[in-house]
């Protein structure tokens, strides 16, 4: 089954870490643009972060950069998203995308309070 599961995410306080995890079955992620994405309530789907597949070359929303980190580890078909000093404001599902498949998986909730 063709298909990408997100995993890692939970509750955390403000300045913790958390990594994420973006695990894929069926396919080959290694050659897809990894993305992550992540909704908060009332919020629209919002950009994270975005790995190329050739180069690994990396991109970040302003509103993470200098805090998260994705990489990807292709012995293990799974892309990763480190998470550190986190805020509240990072409270959302987050999840990750690529090109192979049109739908959505059911993300991970990361929750940042104190």
């Known amino acids: 089954q063709v298909q990408l599961v997100e995993s890692g995410g939970g509750l955390v306080q403000p300045g913790g870490s958390l990594r994420l995890s973006c695990a894929a079955s069926?396919?080959?992620?290694?050659?897809?643009?990894v993305s992550w994405y992540r909704q908060a309530p009332r919020n629209e789907r919002e950009l994270v972060a975005i790995?190329?597949?050739?180069?690994?070359?990396?991109k970040y929303a302003d509103s993470v950069k200098g805090r998260f980190t994705i990489s990807r580890d292709n012995a293990k078909n799974t892309v990763y998203l480190q998470m550190n000093n986190l805020k509240p404001e990072d409270t959302a599902v987050y999840y990750c995308?690529?090109?192979?498949?049109?739908?959505w998986g059911q993300g991970t909730q990361v929750t940042v309070s104190s």
């Open positions: 790995i190329t597949a050739i180069g690994g070359d990396t």
């Open positions: 995308h690529t090109a192979r498949i049109a739908s």
């Open positions: 069926g396919f080959a992620l290694s050659i897809y643009t």
